[in-house]
Structures are given as structure tokens and as C-alpha cells.
């Protein structure tokens, strides 16, 4: 038996043409009968470190009865120099969070995935608390099951108060330990109780795994990392799955 929350989330790798450039995590959104790649926006694009790719390739699990068999999808990011991604925009400025529509036609028909919905998102009315226990469902440094095509899990708390935009920003802190290559990873706590809509993926999806912080003024030697993490809230998918999401103008290089 595989974790339905395996099969929920994918590797990314970047492109730009022919080349590999780097290395993500990612997971699948649905939406009425939309399917979306999410993961962070600065996989797309990401000026400082001049990472322009022009597509994506995921694996694909193929056979419900054998999960090592798989095939590789490859995602254009861009249709006439416009991009075909989407990301999110707040009063506080861009939020690193991107989704992808799939075009299902052209998935293979025995594709074995899972997807998190609009079901799966918290509930506003509800509280979570400082401490409590997450995972995070990603490829740290690209390292997974390269047998079975499965992520790895790490695990993670609630370090900031869920609901609070910590430093005015969309985001809130987890504590655990992360690595490169985890870049949009779904950050998830277990539901508590199964909704109809939910039995297949018992998870209640918090946020989206950004980045590591530490500070400038640590001193190397003394000081071990702070091992903080900024998970971006999950509600933005609400926004970038809408019909006609706004498109993001070509990227400049």
C-alpha cells in the first residue's frame, strides 16, 4: 500500500532548453476539472540568480500495480513568449507561489496521482497551534526513491502563529530541516476528521514551502542555522485556479 500523500506531490526539474538547470518540488492542485502543478514561483523565474528557464519535466507514475514504472512530462512554461504560469500578488508584493494548468489530454490515460483540492485547504474558523506537527512532502537536494519515483518526508511544526502574516508577509515560519530542492513542497497536517472530500487524501494543506532563513549576523563557527523555513499560506491556490487567472507578462533577462 502507497501513501496516498506520495503520490500527491512530484519532482521537478528545470530547462532551459535542452539544458538542466536545477531541481524543485512540486504537488498537484484540482480544481472543478482543472489539474494544476503548484510549487514556488522563483522555480519559474528568479531575477537574482538570473534562472530563466523555459520548461519543466515531471514524473509520472503510470501503473497502479507497479509503482517503478514511469514516464517523464514535459511542461512548456511559456506559448508565444507569454507565460502560461501563474503567480500571486498581495498588498505586501509578489508571493512565491506558481501554478501550471496540465492539459489532461495530453497525460497519459493510466497516469496514478492524487490531488489536493479546494477541500483540503483549512478552514479559516480553525485554529492551529504553535507546535503542531507538520510534513513537508519533497526532494531535498533531488535525493528520493529513484526506484519507486516516491519523495521523502521530512518533519516539521508550526514555529510562527498560523493565521498571522509574519512580517506583514503571506507566510508563516515551520521548524524543520530543509534543503535545496524543496522549494515548493506541500507543507500538510494530518485532518483530524474525515470529510467525505477528504477520505482519499486525509490532509489538510497549511502551505507551500519556500525557503530556509538564517541571519547575516550568525556567526559561522558558534552558531549552528536557525533551521526556520517560510511556508507560504495555501489559500493563495484559491486565487491563481480561479477561470481566468491574470498572466504574467513575459520575463525579462
Do not use: K
Not at 506558481?98 to 485554529?127: G, I, K, N, Q, W
Not at 509574519?166 to 497536517?189: C, I, K, N, W
Request: charged fraction near 20%; proline fraction near 7%.
Amino acid at each position: 500500500m502507497i501513501d496516498p500523500l506520495l503520490l500527491a506531490a512530484a519532482q521537478i526539474r528545470t530547462f532551459l532548453g535542452p539544458q538542466l538547470l536545477t531541481s524543485a518540488s512540486g504537488f498537484f492542485f484540482e480544481r472543478d476539472s482543472r489539474l494544476y502543478l503548484v510549487t514556488s514561483r522563483h522555480v519559474m523565474v528568479d531575477a537574482p540568480s538570473q534562472h530563466y528557464p523555459d520548461r519543466l519535466e515531471i514524473e509520472l507514475h503510470v501503473d497502479r500495480e507497479n509503482v517503478a514504472e514511469s514516464t517523464g512530462f514535459s511542461i512548456p512554461l511559456y506559448r508565444d513568449g507569454t507565460a502560461i504560469w501563474h503567480q500571486g500578488l498581495d498588498a505586501a508584493g509578489e508571493i512565491d507561489v506558481a501554478v501550471v494548468e496540465l492539459d489532461r489530454s495530453a497525460l497519459p490515460p493510466t497516469m496514478v496521482y492524487y490531488a489536493f483540492t479546494p477541500a483540503h485547504l483549512s478552514d479559516p474558523h480553525e485554529h492551529v497551534e504553535v507546535g503542531t506537527s507538520l510534513l513537508v512532502v519533497g526532494f531535498p537536494l533531488g535525493f528520493h526513491d529513484r526506484l519507486h519515483h516516491m519523495p521523502v518526508v521530512r518533519h516539521a511544526v508550526v514555529a510562527s502563529s498560523f493565521g498571522l502574516r509574519f512580517q506583514g508577509e503571506g507566510y508563516f515560519l515551520t521548524d524543520a530541516r530543509t534543503h535545496r530542492g524543496t522549494s515548493g513542497a506541500p507543507v500538510v497536517m494530518r485532518a483530524s476528521g474525515r470529510r467525505p472530500d477528504q477520505a482519499d487524501l486525509p490532509w489538510v494543506l497549511l502551505g507551500v514551502h519556500s525557503a530556509r532563513f538564517d541571519m547575516e549576523t550568525r556567526d559561522q563557527n558558534q552558531d549552528e542555522a536557525l533551521g526556520l523555513n517560510c511556508a507560504w499560506y495555501a489559500d493563495i491556490l484559491l486565487t491563481l485556479t480561479e477561470e481566468a487567472p491574470q498572466a504574467v507578462p513575459p520575463a525579462s533577462r
